[in-house]
């Protein structure tokens, strides 16, 4: 039970305030506003407790959105509303900041009213609430089905034709976490993905989607020879957790492995999943560091493409960390553009575009300014981000079927469109260590200040 | 920016300070100093050499740096670089960045003193000015090594500047106080303190501080300071306002520089020579004099100023404490203040008064302020002023006015600040005690306080009432009536349920024929109160209850019943469901006489330091309350004050070291005479009082300059242990002192005897120290572990153990062992290996003495070592034939020895088994025809001859009686034995 939700500017003015429930009233709000946002010292936890009421704030540009609560609620499920609040009011007015947050004062408070009930999260999807809060026209027709929404039964979609062609697009977002060893063991990697999905369908459709899972049992159905079973399993992908959109029948999932759904109109994340098995890296990054002297080091890191050649990956970009006493640094690279930058202690390697199965290197001889007293300083990981036009899950979306019961259009006529696109979060190398003869060693020992 | 001269001006820096200033946010500051960093880095790294000008800009940027938090690692060697240079400027920054980040272990040090000393020698006084500063703000052991000698020759010299004289004269004073051991003044002494003459006041003004510092350390050699400042003083004081020119503040001349001088004078005491002290006089008068002119400016510095002096003047005025007309004068002009409108006039004015009080000839010039002071406690806005008022108060406290002022005090306590009613509390409850002309108004003040501010009276207070009653015996009656009626109140103090279930157990006869006050009415009374108690006082009612049993026995029935009620015998803690049990048996099964006997009255208690004083002390800190207890005492000793203490004085007189017996009902004298067996730090203010003379003056110096004292808190707490470890030293009492090992100690027979049968535990425990032993023994030679634990939290000093063996024990024994370390530190444990060899058989022990320091005082300790000639034995099996047959070889009577004795101990047939196989000899088994009986052989191993033994033991149970019998093949083994055995049983 969200107590109140209130909307900041960053020099702590409110902008919007909702209270749900008794207690939660100006002197709240003057607390968080004195111990959070005019705190001296940065307030780090997203959770403050002050005198008997927790406050839960996120920040967006220079607007601080927190809620109110006087009872132990879950934490997370607080989060959760402040964050599909932003999804929302960024589906509303494209970009949250205070001056749209005042411009658009009325319609947030008609979405708040929607969204939380008594403290209780209501309805969070866009496009429902599309439905339900006016928006400069006024539409009759609403009322009718309102009671019809308000149980759940089929989440945001009204009995509709108004387009010309069924069109439905899929998009595979995923991003890639890898920390590796020196001698390239993968010490950690996962990708968390999204399956979000944009409908242009007519009438009351029910889409089935099928994903080549391991347990997917729709498979079993459509194979027919050994041959491709095999080579379809091993492409499988095994996920180690999925949530699904509301809109989903989990029945369905549960019972036959099938995502059967009737999709919202518009715009909507259908799954999120994650997997930490059988990832195929875009990228190998091999570094190494060599130190000559007591006043150089020599800095190598080889790029290694990992996908097909016909694919070009964009955006890509290496930091090399360098040490912190750094005076002087003499980049060579055989491709892409290098440069030290000084005021975050990195060389950045940078390529626009990148093809498959391609091998590049980079050499830095950097000269150190002797230190006073010697400290260790150990290398941060050498550092990457990068877009592939694929899903480095290995994941796959084998069909989607849909049918309409009542207008009965042709599954041919759906014109569908499928995307994948993956991308780098934390991708991290750790540098292996050589000394002067070129030898293996598992630390350094030249002269830093950490 | 302010203007600076093109030469001086760095754009550079300036740019860069202000890039920062304009960063928005933490991340954007990091990310430009990093790339502000580099640049340096690349800068310095270059090969082309850096001109001075951009040497100090970037060692500018890295102070700057350092100074917003970040580390700096680098440029260092620039820094150096910068102070060879020839420009004021760079010099200037070279040092500041020095000052600043160069730690005093860095290996550049050696360099920098190199630089240092050539900028000294330079005779350029900006230069020695920056070099002297740079020393100063370092002001390390190093430094001083490399310096302490150079300084003073500068500070002397008479071709120096009057500026470098005074930087000279504050950076000596800087490593004087680091590092006191390396400044030798000797030769230099008497030219430092003609600084005091110098033309220039800045330079006096500097030297002063400095010689004040020096004279509190070797106050002998700067003597002759006293009549230079107290003719410097007079110049200053007796110019006018206009000829001081820079050094008139506001009309006041120089009153930096007077405040100064006057605190060194009170380095000292009054000066001898009579010309110097009435100048000195004449100048205090002054002084005082001026206070009364109307001011000259109404600026609050100038008045500032004016009292600045003034202060430090009565002060010194106070210190000096041999003046009577001063000091009255003194007393009046604080009394003026008092009613200032100023709060800080009135908080300092109180504050000089609380001294003031203490000294004889203005005790009574103070007391006539009591209204005032009173009235500040009762109006006084500010909380830290009513302290000072409740402070004076209790210092003016003197027999006459004592009942009025504790009456004020006690009626100020119902309004007073939490935060200072427990001390007015402790005090209230001291004065009461102290001025006590008869112990019913005595009764009654405590019973006051405890009904007033219960919650702050602390245990010792009401301890104390009881502990007062009970040794008193015409007081008791009168306050276990009182106490009947306080407990009558519908709601009371835990505190006052407490001393009320004391006395009426103890003395509720006395009231008891009153038909209001009878028997079963006190106990109704007492119990109504028990259900509101906490367990601790519920504990002490219950022990009353039985007391009741045994004054009233009518009562009895009824309290049995409350005993037996299962809230009380059924109670879930323990130590109620305990007293509840036994009681209730006790007052069953035993007879009256038994039950008198128990419950006789409470004997009189020892007296003993009071325990509130003890408490006062520790919440204040030593010094505060100090001086006017002592003064007590000081007017007290001799003179019969406190209305014929019988008990106390009686104990004081018998207490033979007492300097003079005296009746302080404190009994801080009884105090101050344990002080040989007073070791505890708590002790150590005791200890003080004793020393009347010395110590006198040390503590009340330190109280009355507290701003010294702010500048060298451990000097002055430091000579305040000194003083006392010396006094418990050179105390006669203290016969512990003495260098011979003292006589063993008496139950060290006993403990020998502990140890006959066992070859491990702890031989000896005291509240300091524990020793424990294990040893083995092999044939005739043996290894004896000491362990010597330290039980205290302190360290004892010049710990040491010798063994010696008396008399023929010499030739007897061989002990070899090696010294312990000196410093055993609190808490922890020494251990020392004792290597043993029998050369033939033994009668004596040998001794082991143990010395250290604890706390001061000497501590000698001999004990016997647990070696006797039983842990030589080697056991030997036989059949029954054969022991006979040996047993009847040996039947000559020199080679017997025979003991009847009776058993101390319980006549477990186990246990005897296992002493006798403690005793190192074999047990036969089914030798002797009695199975009752025990037969042991053995053979003692010693380096000349083996001595066979045996031995018979008949226990006869019914008489509780032992028979023993020892053979061996020499006399005097046998009859050893026999003693050492006879002992176990």
Redesign the interface.
Known sequence: MIGGLFIYNHDGEVLISRSYRNGIGWNAIDAFRVTVIHSRLPVRSPVTYIAGTSFFHIRRANVWLAAATKHNISATMVFEVLYKMCDIMTDFFTKINEENVKKNFVLIYGLLDEILDFGYPQHCGPEELKNLVLQHESKDEQTQTYSHEETGHCLGRRDIVKYRRNEIYIDVLESVNLLMSPRGQILNVNVFGRVVMKCFLNGLPICKLGINERTDIALQETESSNETRRRRRKKTVTIDHCSFHPCVRLLAFDTFRTIVFMPPDGQFELMRYRTSLNVILPFRLIPWVREVNRTKVEIRVIIKCNFRPSLRAQKVEIRIPTPLNTSGVQIMCMKGKAKYKASENVIVWRFNKIAGLKVSQCSADIDLLPMKESKKWVQPPVSMSFEVPFAPSGMRIHYINVSEARLNYAEQEVIKWVRYHGQSGIYETRCSYLDVNGRRKEEPDFCCHA | MPAVSKGDGMRGLAVFISDIRNCKSKEAEI??I??E???I??K??GDKALDGYSKKKYVCKLLFIFLLGH?I??G?MEAVNLLSSNKYTEKQIGYLFISVLVNSN?E?IRLINNAIKNDLASRNPTFMCLALHCIANVGSREMAEAFAGEIPRILVAGDTMDSVKQSAALCLLRLYKTSPDLVHMGEWTSRVVHLLNDQHMGVVTAAISLITCLSQKNPEEFKTCISLAVSRLSRIVSSASTDLQDYTYYFVPAPWLSVKLLRLLQCYPPPEDGAVKGRLVECLETILNKAQEPPKSKKVQHSNAKNAILFEAISLIIHYDSEPNLLVRACNQLGQFLQHRETNLRYLALESMCTLASSEFSHEAVKTHIETVINALKTERDVSVRQRAADLLYAMCDRSNAKQIVAEMLSYLETADYSIREEIVLKVAILAEKYAVDYSWYVDTILNLIRIAGDYVSEEVWYRVIQIVINRDDVQGYAAKTVFEALQAPACHENMVKVGGYILGEFGNLIAGDPRSSPLVQFNLLHSKFHLCSVPTRALLLSAYIKFINLFPETKSTIQEVLRSDSQIRNSDVELQQRAVEYLKLSSIASTDVLATVLEEMPPFPERESSILAKLKKKKGPGAVSVSELEDGKKEAGSEINGGGGAESAAAASNASTPSPSADLLGLRSGAAGIGSATGAGSLLVDVFSESGTAATASSGTDENFLRDLDLPTESSDSLLVDSALASDSTPSSALGSEDPAPALPESDELLHKFVCKNNGVLFENHLLQIGIKSEYRQNLGRMYLFFGNKTSMQFIGFSTTVTCPGELQSQLNIQTKPVEPLVEGGAQVQQVLNIECLSDFTEAPLLNIRFRYGGTLQNITLKLPITINKFFQPTEMASQDFFQRWKQLSQPQQEAQKIFKATHPMDSEVLKGKLLGLGTALLENVDPNPENFVCAGVIQTKALQVGCLLRLEPNAQAQMYRLTLRSSKESVSKRLCELVAEQF
Request: proline letters at 0%.
């Open positions: 990310k430009r990093n790339k960093l580099a640049n880095r690349s310095f790294k580390d690692d680098f260092h860095s550049l």
